[in-house]
């Protein structure tokens, strides 16, 4: 029943909005930091992702990420990615901003991707700034730890992700703001919405007249201001809402 409301949203949207969070990557094989399974019940995530951290003991910020990168490297966008993609394409949505770093919504075929926490594809060195792609650093990770600058030796090689304590990349906040603000729909994926500034980016698009349709495998704080909730998995949602809209 909530599939076919979801649906009849999505159908009218002039300049519907998607905002997601890890749980749409989870079915490639990426873990959530939340939730069940999620990396936080086996880290403590102020240690292992914070600039403090990360500048006080590159080494340690790597051993953990060294995983991470490979699990997210090997990933393949999932049949979640693919719809918001297809809606995209059939002019449903205008944009889908995201909380991920791994890149799947590019992989699938979405052009327009507002990435709020960077992109843990590219590393860069905080000394010289040279820009290396991470797949080349996690090659290099097997012989060196932590990995070094191949222009000025440096060892402080940071993906290019916000990490906490970190600001937010101040472009990619205004666009995501903006975008919220002119949005009729709100199409809300696999997001916790405990992690701010980007919970902020649904209820601007709610306070600015925009109906919410939230997808999470469990409840949110701001279900309760959404028109449509289907707690199940983005990878069999989704797709059933693009087929049931043509998409
Ligand atoms: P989160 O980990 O806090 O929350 C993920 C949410 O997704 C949870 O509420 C969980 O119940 C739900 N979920 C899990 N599997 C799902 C599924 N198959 N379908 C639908 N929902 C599902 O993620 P967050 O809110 O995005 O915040 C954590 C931050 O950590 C992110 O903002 C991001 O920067 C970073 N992160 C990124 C990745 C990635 O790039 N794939 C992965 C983990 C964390
Ligand atoms: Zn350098």
Redesign the pocket.
């Known amino acids: 029943m909530s599939l076919e409301r979801a649906a009849e949203l999505v159908a009218t949207a002039q300049h519907g909005l998607a905002l997601t969070?890890?749980?749409?990557?989870?079915?490639s094989g990426?873990?959530?930091?939340?939730?069940e399974g999620?990396l936080w019940t086996k880290y403590d995530p102020v240690k292992v992702s914070s600039i403090e951290s990360f500048l006080a003991d590159p080494t340690s910020y790597w051993s953990v990420s060294k995983d991470r990168g490979r699990v997210a490297l090997a990933a393949r966008p999932n049949p979640g990615h693919m719809a918001l993609a297809a809606m995209e394409a059939a002019g449903y949505l205008v944009a889908i901003v995201t909380?991920?770093?791994?890149g799947l919504h590019q992989d699938a075929g979405s052009k327009r991707v507002i990435e709020l926490?960077g992109s843990?594809r590219m590393v860069r060195c905080l000394e010289c700034g040279r820009l290396e792609a991470r797949s080349a650093v996690q090659t290099r990770l097997e012989v060196e730890m932590p990995p070094r600058c191949l222009t000025c030796g440096s060892a402080f090689l940071k993906p290019t992700v916000i990490l906490f304590g970190e600001p937010m990349p101040a472009a990619a906040m205004h666009d995501a703001l903006e975008l919220a603000g002119q949005a009729d729909v709100m199409l809300v994926?696999?997001?916790?919405l405990?992690?701010h500034p980007?919970a902020e980016v649904p209820l601007v698009a709610v306070r600015a007249g925009a109906r919410m349709i939230v997808?999470?495998?469990?409840p949110?704080p701001f279900d309760r201001f959404a028109e449509v909730v289907i707690h199940g998995?983005?990878?069999e949602v989704l797709p059933q809402i693009a087929a049931l809209i043509g998409a």
């Open positions: 969070g890890a749980g749409v990557s989870a079915e990426i873990p959530t930091f939340r939730g999620g909380q991920n770093t791994d926490h843990g994926v696999g997001s916790s405990v992690v980007a997808i999470n495998a469990e949110t998995r983005s990878g």
